[in-house]
């Protein structure tokens, strides 16, 4: 295999609402570029970056796949991304790593819920963005087209513009006409993606002159010397044109707009030429940061700063060229379990050479790794190379600690990049294993499936002792107990979802604690008193030491501290924890025998309840910020089953034939809204929530809660 060059690579994330043919589209670009001997299907499993049994099976993307196209002399690096709401997380983390984004658009459909989002995900990384309106040989496409531009345009600015357009005929597409070079290029349906150079069609050589002379004003705007050019000689020499177009893409002036479809492998080598000439090249990425810090390892396998620099103790901030001169270092964004080659480790190389069987650092966990196999994938295929340049993305297997979101590098340039923020598990279940050979299996085998997917949760619950597991939905949690049967042979059962509800107070209390035991010898006493009052939404917990004149020694302190957090992590009112509160610690006494931390810890302890019984103690529940869309018909209906499940309705928004409703909902009241959105809409509606912050409950729902909820109780303790 080919050791290419910054220079000679293309990183594109493929990015889109479920069903807009990402997947198809991949499969066509690697059979155009004759990498595949046919081309894929996802509903077969002959689609290079759908081989996942469960993908193939429910016929949906729900992980990052990465394949490559070699083409003309650049290698393509393909990372094909989730559009299902449940799973579209997949697709920021696929941002990162890439230099451009394609955003690919199901012509009939129009701007989806998904595709606004990862627009967003693109925004957010400062990428380049490529619209790819796909599905061209639909029959309803050819009178969904204008309706779809104009929606882009609309959504996105007039800086959405088409570089190519469409040639169909009484029999659909068969070509683009090529607004830069003013060519036409003709394909055969189901072909090699091959197309033939022709003349532009006449019924379409006016309106291509004016698309031309569009696309020509809006690269030379603001630009002073291509202004001049266009004035003067009343159009922008071809290559100028490219040049300027590169550059204009490149910093997110223009956003262009192509036209293929996948299925039929129409226009996809034309698609590939875009990539090559237009798509921003590795190494004119601007510099990245870094943080310039030495990584610890917590407990939780979380990462925990510490701070390579003196002084105020921030973490320096770094800037690293993707270059072959400098220093390795490699991002891990993906990790995979293979049941025959282990974990497999997927990076980019951020910057420096890196060769086969380099051992490099992992800054976050302090150890070596041997880069054993290196290779990059095409699909879930490893093609072994020797080295890999700044720029590329690469794999490797079996490495023993380093997980995804960790730096490798050369030992002494330690430095790190920040990994994807992901948005909280919105759903929880308890899960139980159905024998007891299952439950042997089903924690090393969801700790797996972790490793892959960043937004999965599991733990117990420290109160009722069950196993929880925590998603994005109850699809995504259904996908992780089917794979749970397909790849590790565990069998296990959901019960109903757990809402995390958290109390709160409403408002200020002051209260004497006071623990003393005599049992003969050393007895034990502690004795403080406390202040407690709200704080805002959000602000957790924080405590005040106020104490003056020694009245409790310095080292007793963290210990009433302690027992109140561990007290509050019981709750008052139904075991939920409490939130969004401080304590102020004022006064207390001491023996200077019997004093111990245990005893300050349980004064703490009974101060803290004695205060949440004069605090107004309150509910909390989870409040998700929801996004549905459905046809405009049935906008009234979701509307009116919005405020029957107590939603606040921030905004509405049209899109063509949809409707777009933003709303506020408590999550109890979402638990079954799939269902209900389909019965709504036909099918036709989807929707995508994530978690937004925590709100007290309505009284009358709140003592229906508390009714069925348990007391939490507490050890007995003497005053």
Avoid at 484 to 506: D, S
């Amino acid at each position: 295999m080919k050791s290419y060059h910054g220079s000679e690579i293309r990183n594109v994330a493929v990015s889109g609402h479920a069903h807009s043919g990402k997947t198809t589209l991949v499969s066509a670009l690697l059979h155009a570029a004759k990498m595949t001997p046919k081309l894929g299907r996802v509903e077969d499993g002959s689609a290079v970056t759908a081989y996942d049994d469960e993908e193939v099976a429910r016929r949906t993307t729900m992980q990052n796949a990465v394949a490559f196209a070699e083409w003309n002399g650049v290698k393509v690096n393909l990372v094909d991304t989730p559009g299902f709401h449940m799973f579209v997380h997949e697709a920021k983390s696929a941002m990162l790593p890439v230099e451009a984004a394609l955003i690919v658009v199901n012509t009939p459909s129009g701007v989806e819920a998904m595709t606004d989002r990862v627009w967003k995900y693109a925004d957010e990384f400062n990428l380049p963005r490529v619209v790819v309106l796909n599905q061209m040989d639909h029959p309803r496409a050819a009178a969904a087209l204008e309706p779809t531009l104009e929606a882009l345009r609309a959504r996105f600015g007039r800086t959405v513009i088409p570089v190519q357009l469409p040639i169909a005929n009484g029999k659909g597409f068969e070509g683009v006409v090529d607004l830069v070079t003013m060519e036409a290029f003709y394909y055969s349906p189901n072909g090699d993606g091959q197309g033939k150079i022709g003349e532009v069609p006449g019924h379409m050589q006016d309106a291509a002159k004016a698309a031309h002379e569009t696309l020509v004003e809006l690269v030379a705007e603001g630009k002073d010397e291509l202004m001049e050019e266009y004035f003067a000689e009343g159009t922008i020499a071809e290559q100028h044109l490219i040049t300027a177009l590169h550059e204009a893409i490149r910093e997110d002036r223009i956003f262009p707009v192509l036209f293929t479809s996948g299925l039929a492998n129409i226009a996809t080598d034309h698609l590939l030429d875009f990539l090559k000439v237009y798509a921003p090249a590795p190494i004119e990425r601007a510099p990245v940061a870094a943080r310039a810090v030495l990584q610890a390892v917590s407990a939780n396998g979380h990462a925990a700063d510490s701070p390579a620099v003196e002084g105020d103790g921030s973490p320096e901030i770094v800037m690293r060229k993707v270059d072959d001169k400098e220093p390795v270092s490699l991002y891990v964004y993906k990790t995979m379990t293979d049941p025959f080659a282990g974990r497999i480790t997927f990076f980019k190389v951020f910057s420096g050479v890196i060769k086969n069987d380099a051992s490099v650092t992992n800054y976050a966990r302090r150890s070596v790794e041997r880069l054993a196999h290196l290779s990059i994938m095409q699909g879930h295929t490893a093609v072994p190379v020797s080295e890999l340049h700044a720029g590329d993305l690469g794999a490797v297997a079996k490495l023993r600690e380093t997980l995804t979101g960790d730096t490798l590098g050369d030992k002494g340039h330690e430095i790190f990049f920040d990994p994807v923020a992901l948005p909280e598990a919105a759903m929880t279940y308890a899960i139980e294993p159905k024998t007891r050979a299952d439950e042997d299996k089903l924690a090393p085998a969801v700790h797996k499936l972790m490793e892959e997917d960043l937004l999965l949760r599991f733990f117990r619950d420290p109160q009722t002792n069950e196993f929880l597991i925590a998603g994005a939905g109850q699809p995504h949690i259904e996908a992780v107990v089917s794979k749970l049967r397909r790849r590790y042979h565990t069998e296990v059962t959901l019960k109903a979802p757990k809402i995390p509800y958290r109390e709160t107070i409403r408002g200020r209390a002051d209260a004497h604690g006071r623990h003393k035991k005599q049992t003969g010898g050393h007895g034990q006493f502690g004795d403080c008193k406390i202040r407690i009052e709200p704080l805002e939404r959000g602000a957790g917990f924080e405590f005040v030491n106020d104490i003056f004149g020694g009245a409790i020694p310095r080292n007793f302190i963290p210990a009433v501290e302690k027992g109140i957090q561990e007290s509050a992590a019981r709750g008052h009112l139904a075991g939920y924890p409490v939130v969004d509160f401080r304590v102020t610690l004022y006064d207390g006494s001491y023996h200077d025998v019997d004093s111990n931390e245990l005893s300050f810890k349980m004064a703490g302890r009974i101060a803290f309840r004695k205060c949440m019984e004069q605090a107004k103690p309150a509910l909390l529940e989870p409040i998700m910020r929801v996004e549905i869309e459905g046809p405009e018909e049935f906008a009234g209906a979701l509307m009116g089953d919005l405020n029957q499940r107590r939603g606040r309705v921030q905004g509405m928004e049209s899109r063509g034939a949809s409707t777009m409703v933003r709303a506020e909902v408590p999550m109890a009241e979402m638990l079954s809204y799939g269902l209900s959105l389909t019965a709504i809409t036909q099918g036709r509606g989807n929707f995508h929530m994530e978690m937004d912050h925590y709100d007290v409950v309505p009284q009358p729902i709140a003592e229906k809660i508390l009714a069925n909820a348990k007391r939490p109780q507490h050890e007995d303790d003497e005053e």
